[in-house]
């Protein structure tokens, strides 16, 4: 384990992510796949065709070989959303043990925005007038103030921890130590730097993958490639696709020049087949 207390990236107004410790990077993947395919990679290059052939044929756990721990401060309505992640290991502060800080999310002004109006759990892009923004901000702070005062209170009156603190809101930051292999990291990832997931955890996705790609930059490069980015077609848009696709065009000197490596486009080729067979 490698210990690094210097990797840390501020989210939102006083979280973060900091990487503590990890294990492995490129080479253990490429270490765990020779054992099932035999020790036949030794450049770079073939390194990172065998972790991009991994990725392409969801072989994930050699993956799994890299591990990292992550310190994450964040509001409690994040880690409603991050605690449903279950293949990660955590470790929260106590509220029962320990005293509540004076710590609360305020979004910036250009977060305060209306209701989306084709998406029901998200945030549209249409902003609320400057008045009525700053009204919003300045009940939120009021309100988080009152609150804390109120927790202050009940500890005064030496009321158990555990049940001063509830009535705190779910814009308080929280604390945890938060362990994943690299392959639960990719499906956080996934699903949580979508533009569908919500601003405040998109966040500490991004922080996440500033902090990892360093040290997995080819599993990261194939994570983007063949999963971020890449999306999923249900059978009628293939058949609908098809109708549409001008195949000739298809010539491998062009596909060249979008990245493709050999057994890529050999792949590439075969599910074309199968969608003109479609
Ligand atoms: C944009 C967005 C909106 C969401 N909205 C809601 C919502 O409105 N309400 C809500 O409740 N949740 C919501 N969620 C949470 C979502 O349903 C998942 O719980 C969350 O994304 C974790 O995904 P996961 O289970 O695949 O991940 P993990 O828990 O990390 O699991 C990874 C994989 O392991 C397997 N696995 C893990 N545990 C089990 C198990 N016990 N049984 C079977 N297989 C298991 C599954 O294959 C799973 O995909 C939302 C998530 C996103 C990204």
Redesign the pocket.
């Known amino acids: 384990m490698k210990e690094n207390e210097k990797d840390e990236i501020n989210c939102l107004d006083k979280g973060f992510v900091r990487l503590v410790d990890s294990m492995g990077n490129d080479s253990s993947i490429v270490q765990a796949a020779r054992v099932s395919y035999g020790a036949g990679t030794k450049t770079k290059r073939q390194d990172r065709e065998l972790i991009r052939y991994l990725m392409r044929h969801r072989h994930t756990s050699p993956f799994e070989m890299v591990e990292f721990k992550f310190h994450v401060k964040l509001p409690i309505f994040v880690a409603r959303?991050w605690i449903?992640?279950?293949?990660?290991s955590v470790n929260e502060y106590s509220g029962r043990y320990s005293e509540m800080k004076d710590d609360f999310y305020i979004p910036e002004p250009e977060q305060i925005r209306t209701q989306s109006t084709y998406n029901r759990?998200?945030r549209g892009d249409e902003h609320i007038a400057v008045d009525e923004t700053n009204k919003i901000l300045e009940t939120l702070k009021n309100s988080q103030s009152k609150l804390f005062a109120e927790y202050q209170d009940f500890l005064s009156v030496h009321l158990a921890r555990e049940l001063a603190r509830i009535n705190l809101p779910l814009a308080t930051y929280t604390e945890w130590y938060w362990k994943?292999d690299l392959h639960?990291l990719f499906?956080?990832l996934k699903?949580?730097l979508?533009p569908?997931?919500?601003y405040e955890?998109r966040v500490y996705g991004e922080a996440i993958s500033q902090l990892i790609k360093p040290i997995v930059p080819l599993a990261f490069e194939a994570f983007e490639d063949f999963i971020l980015n890449s999306i999923s077609f249900s059978a009628q848009e293939l058949s609908a696709l098809k109708n549409a696709i001008s195949f000739e065009k298809l010539e491998e000197e062009s596909l060249k020049s979008y990245g493709f490596g050999d057994r890529e486009i050999l792949e590439f080729k075969e599910k074309i087949t199968v969608l003109k067979n479609k």
């Open positions: 959303q449903r992640h279950r293949t990660a759990q998200a994943i639960n499906h956080f699903l949580r979508d569908k997931a919500q955890i």
